[in-house]
């Protein structure tokens, strides 16, 4: 079987939710504080802020976060006041790794990057890698833990 030249083949994209179902999904709206572009894949944490709507900015590398923010067809980069979908514990999305990860153990994310690597030291875990990465930049499911507790 082949591809014809007018053909492309199938391939995941970084913050795309994968391995269904993944229900643990809550919209948010990007707090003012927020200087930034949040883009699908980066971590978000909770901003103590009034109001109805749960206000997120981006995580910094030991924060304790809310969720991820998965890949959309709508639009995947997010300033303050804008409402963002956040995944939340046990969503699997697909992650980009900044080196070899091996299956089946934690990842930490460095949001300077957007990029996983294995857990080191006391920054925060983000979740459990579900697949392998052989080299910088291969994506990989990532299956999101809540690290939302004091």
């Known amino acids: 079987m082949a591809i014809v030249s007018n053909q492309f083949g199938i391939h995941p994209l970084k913050g795309t939710l994968t391995l269904f179902p993944n229900v643990n999904l809550v919209d948010c709206q990007v707090d003012v ?6 883009l699908a894949g980066d971590p978000v944490v909770i901003v103590d802020a009034a ?14 976060f809310l969720g991820c923010v998965p ?20 969503c ?4 980009e790794a900044s080196a070899a990860v091996a299956a089946g153990i934690e990842v930490q994310i460095d949001p300077a990057t957007g990029k996983v690597a294995p857990q080191a030291g006391t920054n925060t875990v983000i979740g459990d890698a579900l697949g392998k990465a052989a080299a910088d930049g291969d994506l990989i499911p990532v299956m999101i833990k809540v690290a939302l507790k004091a």
């Open 33 to 38: 504080s927020e200087v930034g572009t949040i």
């Open 71 to 90: 890949y959309s067809v709508k639009g995947n980069e997010y300033v303050a006041g804008e409402m963002v979908r956040v995944a939340l514990d046990y």
């Open 51 to 64: 109001g109805a709507t749960i206000k997120v900015k981006k995580a910094a590398i030991s924060d304790k």
């Open 92 to 95: 699997c999305l697909q992650m």
